[in-house]
């Protein structure tokens, strides 16, 4: 029985069979099987991929390790959100230990940090005149394919933090250094993070954890661990999360493992409807017209993120100020969605992933309803298409050149594929 075999041989680089199967499912999950794909033009997309990354090696592209590191500590603790654990991942994935699975996250983000980097080269000079922008456009038009843009929404918020009084915050750093004391005299540490550690993940790990310099934790985690000798208790000390202490149970080149107690002080519910009441007087202040939105956030909010940009809210997945009304979180959709312009939700309550404790309120700076592309109005998003476009044609000319002179080695059971590009070398092409 074959178990797998190497569907094409690109350079130095293979695809298997099992990765044409694989990041075809991949492809119809992801676009909810609105797209289907044949085992030949999945294998095509691929085989493009190895030859920008088999020539960004000949084209000596530099991709750090560290950067490659970073990215990988970074997908672990995702993952391990999602999954409930490192263990789960573990086990999820198939791997035989956590090392493993770095290994092959490894190989896997040095690969798609090659192909990024040599795409840039490609076409870092590539850019569009408006005159192309405009035959691209008038092109579409003829050919009456013009995009649907979807509803999309700006929005800015008003956020004011319920903070802990003194007298709670003593009562969390001395009970930390009780605990401190006890496990410095025998006390089991990961008993004491069971029973007392307000880090979701306890139950699964212990409070502990596999840390380095490049790991997606907290600053103040990083430098304590870093600080630490083996079998060391460290000092509470404060992060967004709360406060912690933390012991170092293991050093393992850049690695720490340490294990941490993390407690979270209680706000009282008057403190919170004190919050509330605040807010709502400032909300009150803007509906008379005492002050606008964003004379009020520069004055009031207490978000650093947001408070020198008059509370714009930016989308953490394009990185603009403008959202896909079809695509929002459905929280913030169900409390946005019936705004017009110029409208401010109801007072309302909020707690970070952190377990900072919030009231807020958003205004509606602009909504644009779902409509056809148009010249004037969505030049900016034209223009990118039409750039994305001539990126794409500039890579599927560097490609055609490239096909000639590399070595690719395809199966026979894909011998009978017809590609767009002429991976066969057949003469006739």
């Keep these: 029985m074959k178990i797998d075999g190497v569907g094409v041989v690109v350079g130095k680089n293979i695809v298997l069979d099992s990765d044409i199967a694989k990041f075809k499912l991949e492809l119809e999950n992801s676009s909810e099987g609105k797209i289907k794909i044949s085992d030949c033009e999945m294998l095509e997309q691929l085989m493009l991929q190895k030859l ?82 405009r035959i691209y456009y008038n092109g579409l038009k003829e050919k009456g394919e013009l995009p649907e843009f979807p509803a999309e929404i700006q929005l800015a918020q008003l956020i004011i933090y319920a903070e802990p009084d003194q007298k709670e915050i003593d009562r969390i750093v001395n009970k930390l250094n009780q605990i401190k004391k006890e496990i410095e005299e025998g006390a089991s540490f990961r008993m004491k993070a069971i029973i007392n550690s307000d880090d979701p993940g306890v139950t699964q790990n212990g409070g502990k954890y ?48 340490a294990s941490h107690v993390l407690m979270q002080p209680v706000i009282p519910q008057e403190k919170l409807d004190a919050t509330k009441r605040k807010l709502q007087q400032i909300k ?118 490239k096909i000639g002179d590399t070595y690719i080695k395809i199966s026979k059971d894909f011998q009978k594929c017809t590609f767009e590009k002429n991976w066969k070398k057949d003469s006739s092409n």
Excluded: C
Excluded at 76 to 83: G, R
């Design 210 to 257: 596999t840390v380095t310099k490049n790991s997606n934790f907290i600053k103040e985690f990083k430098e304590v661990a870093f600080s630490l000798d083996v079998g060391q208790v460290s000092e509470p000390f404060k992060s967004i999360f709360g406060y912690h202490i933390i012991q170092l149970h293991e050093i393992r080149g850049e690695q720490r493992v």
């Design 284 to 401: 009150d202040e803007i509906t008379l017209g005492k002050m606008t939105f964003e004379e009020a956030v520069k004055k009031h909010s207490e978000d650093k993120d947001t408070k020198n940009n008059g509370g714009l809210l930016v989308n953490e997945f394009t990185g603009e100020s403008t959202f896909d009304l079809t695509r929002m979180d459905p929280a913030l959709y169900a409390r946005v969605s019936n705004l017009q312009k110029g409208e401010i939700t109801d007072i309302f309550y909020d707690e970070t992933r952190e377990g900072e404790k919030m009231y807020k309120m958003i205004l509606m700076k602009e909504r644009t309803n779902t409509h056809i592309a148009d010249l004037v109005d969505d030049y900016v998003k034209v223009q990118s298409l039409a750039l994305q476009k001539k990126k794409q044609e500039t890579i599927a000319k560097w490609s055609k050149e």
């Design 52 to 133: 920008l990354a088999h020539h960004a090696v000949i084209d000596s592209v530099v991709v750090s390790d560290a950067e490659v590191n970073g990215q990988v500590e970074r997908n672990i603790q995702y993952f391990s959100q999602e999954y409930g654990g490192q263990d789960k991942v573990v086990e999820a994935y198939g791997f035989n230990d956590i090392d493993d699975l770095k290994k092959e996250l490894f190989k896997i983000e040095k690969e798609n940090a090659l192909i990024r980097r040599e795409q840039q080269k490609i076409t870092e000079n590539i850019d569009v005149t408006p005159e192309e922008v």
